[in-house]
């Protein structure tokens, strides 16, 4: 499973990402990659790269 070494994104709209589903947050690498995430596990459903 890969590390999550960024931080949650509380404000997802200053960095123009989608809602993230209900029990899912988004995470900012600090290659600027954001993950969506299962908050509950961290298993990651979707990578977003800038």
């Known amino acids: 499973m890969a590390e999550l ?3 949650w994104v509380g404000d997802y ?3 123009q990402l989608a809602a993230p589903p ?3 947050r988004w995470v900012r690498q600090e ?3 954001y993950l969506l ?3 509950a596990t961290g ?5 977003l790269t800038r």
């Open 5 to 7: 070494d960024g931080y």
């Open 13 to 15: 709209g200053r960095h």
């Open 22 to 24: 209900p029990g899912h």
């Open 31 to 33: 290659d600027d990659r």
């Open 37 to 39: 995430v299962t908050a």
């Open 43 to 47: 298993i990651i459903v979707d990578i």
